[in-house]
């Protein structure tokens, strides 16, 4: 019986689903200006294993993992290049996928682009104005009225009250609440517009906000009501919550007008997960500590990185280090060692087996990987002692489930050498603190600042004394 931790209810619930046999599941996805970090790394390998398993329990499952194609970044970024917007999603969109395949992630069911559902944005937005859930202001810009909506901060489990004073709002003369929040940005110079029925002094010419979008796509790919809404735990407050504000108060029957009706529930199950850290401290590019899936994956295997991943309970919070990510290497090893030598097909599983049980039990119990991966072990253990193809083939079979453990053992480990002597040949340490030290010694001090960072971005530190420079990792 599977049980999820659904962040609304504040508990682990029996998962039911709204429709037997099938689960409607929507992931936020990435916002493509730039690489993926290993944030983003967490949450594709996530949703992958969750989905996984919902398959492995014979769930037919649709995944949606939306792509947010049109952002204030994404202008930005795309002005500062001279290049246009699709061309710069587009580079970005393919830089994921690689990363993503390489991570062993299978393709969710669907991966729309916000660009694609403007329309339906924009019909969820009238909805809302029509109902009393959003104005117009004098800019032309249209906002959602958070006081209208009584739900509002059910998720974060706060008060309007509270978020006043808790949360820093930017200041915005135009609205009449400091928590309300947009929904359809009017147009700007050098940006791109569609045309809406909204009105303004740009005759509602505009584009939509972020937070609209995963609400119209969920609604348009998996209906108004589905079973599970997943993503990273800095989604919770606002944009998931948003979400819930704008999907249940344009698809219900109610309307601030009349009072009523019944609010339509959106999703059944919220899901997230925790967050990354670096050395203990959360993971940003303000602090430095910012980390790029192909950056890590010029040092490790791809498969070391997903078990990495896999190793810490989804919720928990991942605490990224070069010696975790060693850990994790020479473990993901031990279990690849186990199955050398041996010729081990995937097999049916079953699952009276008491292994395989305790697998069972294990992700069964709000996806607890780190037990499931401990069941692993056992039964690398036993094939270790007694070289049974039966228990080498469960092994194979309980680790494909999660993504892992299929590609032939002694592949594995020569690839796993290639990567360590690819590593070393990009990072020279020793030659860089040579260049450093005469960067220092011609007063060049950008670039011996320049060459410090480079290695600290890798995990090396330096430490400088009167005998000399040493290094060692983070």
Same mark, same amino acid.
């Given at each position: ?51 996984? =398993?919902?398959? !492995? ?73 029509? $109902? ?51 929904? =359809? ?8 517009? =569609? ?18 979008? #995963? ?10 009501? %589905? ?36 609010? #339509? ?24 500590? %910012? %980390? ?38 020479? !473990? ?54 007694? $070289? ?28 796993? !050498? ?55 990792? !983070?």
């Amino acid at each position: 019986m599977l049980k999820i931790y659904n962040t609304l209810a504040r508990e682990k619930q029996v998962f039911t689903p709204i429709v037997p046999g099938k689960v409607g599941m929507y992931v936020c996805g990435m916002t493509v200006y730039d690489f993926c970090h290993l944030g983003h790394a967490r949450v594709m390998v996530v949703f992958d294993m969750v989905s996984r =398993w919902l398959r !492995a329990s014979d769930y037919e499952v649709t995944y949606v993992r939306n792509i947010t194609d049109i952002d204030d970044k994404i202008i930005k970024r795309a002005n500062e290049n001279g290049e246009t917007i699709a061309q710069l999603t587009q580079r970005f969109i393919d830089a994921m996928d690689e990363d993503s395949a390489k991570l062993g992630v299978i393709r969710p069911t669907l991966e729309p682009k916000a660009t694609e559902f403007v329309d339906g944005m924009i019909s969820m937005i009238s909805a809302l104005i029509d $109902k009393g859930f959003a104005y117009v202001a004098d800019n032309g810009d249209v906002f959602y009225s958070v006081n209208n909506f009584e739900g509002y901060g059910k998720l974060s489990g706060k008060s309007l009250e509270d978020l006043r004073a808790g949360e820093r709002v930017e200041v915005d003369t135009h609205k009449k609440d400091p928590m309300d929040f947009v929904l =359809w940005k009017s147009v700007k110079p050098n940006e791109p517009s =569609w045309d809406s029925p909204f009105g303004g002094p740009n005759n509602g010419k505009g584009r939509p906000g972020w937070h609209i979008e #995963c609400s119209a796509m969920s609604s348009q790919l998996l209906g108004n009501h %589905f079973d599970i809404h997943g993503g990273g735990q800095d989604l919770q407050f606002p944009h998931h919550e948003n979400e819930i504000a704008q999907s249940e108060a344009a698809n219900s029957l109610a309307s601030t007008h009349t009072h009523d009706g019944q609010s #339509c529930q959106m999703v059944n199950y919220w899901m997230h997960n925790g967050f990354v850290r670096v050395d203990d401290e959360k993971m940003s590019k303000s602090l430095g500590n %910012f %980390f790029t899936i192909r950056t890590v994956l010029e040092q490790y295997d791809a498969e070391v990185v997903r078990f990495f991943i896999l190793r810490a309970h989804y919720r928990s919070p991942l605490n990224y280090s070069d010696q975790h990510l060693d850990d994790a290497k020479a !473990a993901l090893n031990r279990l690849y060692t186990a199955l050398r030598g041996l010729v081990v097909e995937v097999a049916d599983i079953d699952w009276r087996q008491s292994q395989a049980a305790s697998f069972k039990a294990a992700m069964d119990d709000d996806f607890n990987t780190p037990e499931a991966l401990a069941v692993l072990f056992d039964l690398a253990n036993e094939v270790n002692k007694t $070289k049974s193809l039966a228990s080498a083939a469960l092994l194979k079979s309980l680790a494909g489930l999660i993504g892992l453990l299929q590609r032939d053992p002694d592949e594995y480990l020569q690839g796993l !050498a290639s990567v360590n002597s690819n590593a070393d040949e990009a990072l020279n340490v020793d030659q860089l603190i040579i260049q450093r030290n005469e960067a220092k010694q011609s007063k060049n001090f950008a670039e011996a600042d320049r060459i410090r960072k480079l290695l600290a971005e890798a995990g090396i530190i330096l430490e400088d004394s009167p005998q000399g420079t040493t290094w060692r990792r !983070a």
